[in-house]
Structures are given as structure tokens and as C-alpha cells.
Nanobody
Framework: QLQFVESGGGLAQPGGSLRLSCTVVSGPGLRHSGLGWFRQVPGKEREGVSCVSSKDDSTYVADFAAGRFTVSRGNDEKTVHLQMSSLRPSDTAIYRC????????????????WGKGTQVTVSS
């Protein structure tokens, strides 16, 4: 079992910035290869955003986010941040913290390993 605590979503103007944070609390014996984010618009498939390895500093950032979003680990392996800058209206989505894997650039299909999500809205 996992519990995710997500924060930082909200309303931003185009060109503005937001910083998302996620802390995961794992049950006994549970391991994960990485922690990151995907985003989803209701009715559409999920779209990977970023992932940070749990073992080193390797990262994955989606092409649409390159140069605009920066993913980083917090004070320990249980926390991840997504610094979002130069936001566009197309970035509007629910951003969900999730277990992920950097080498394969994938996110777990098991929704038990997803957070509830935080809404990001970019609008003028």
C-alpha cells in the first residue's frame, strides 16, 4: 500500500510558474524504482511528464516539457518536485504523482500506485 501527498497545483497565467510536490509513504517491504508525474485530461489517455530514479539522480522529462519543467528529488527518496515554468494553456491537466521507471520511461499501470492528482490550470 502507498499513500501519496501531492501539492502545488492551482491556477497560473500563460508564461507563469508552478511547483508541484509529492511525498510518498510506503508500506512495509514495498520498493519502487522511481517517482514522478504523469498528466491527464478527463476522457483522454495519460501522458508521462517526468520521473526521478530512486537509486540515483537520473531523470526523464517528456519532450513537451524539456526546457520548461525540471524534476528533482527532495530531501529524501520519498519526495519529488516538479518545477514548471513557461506554462502554456496546453499544460492544463490533472497531474498525478506515480511510481515510475526512468530507463524504460514508463509509469506503473496499477492505479494503486498513483496519487489522487492535483489540478493545474493555465489560463489568461
Amino acid at each position: 500500500q502507498l499513500q501519496f501527498v501531492e501539492s502545488g497545483g492551482g491556477l497560473a497565467q500563460p508564461g507563469g510558474s508552478l511547483r508541484l510536490s509529492c511525498t510518498v509513504v510506503s508500506g512495509p517491504g514495498l520498493r519502487h524504482s522511481g517517482l514522478g508525474w504523469f498528466r491527464q485530461v478527463p476522457g483522454k489517455e495519460r501522458e508521462g511528464v517526468s520521473c526521478v530514479s530512486s537509486k540515483d539522480d537520473s531523470t526523464y522529462v517528456a519532450d513537451f516539457a524539456a526546457g520548461r519543467f525540471t524534476v528533482s528529488r527532495g530531501n529524501d527518496e520519498k519526495t519529488v518536485h516538479l518545477q514548471m515554468s513557461s506554462l502554456r494553456p496546453s499544460d492544463t491537466a490533472i497531474y498525478r504523482c506515480a511510481l515510475c521507471d526512468v530507463p524504460s520511461r514508463t509509469y506503473t499501470p496499477n492505479s494503486e500506485y498513483w496519487g489522487k492528482g492535483t489540478q493545474v490550470t493555465v489560463s489568461s
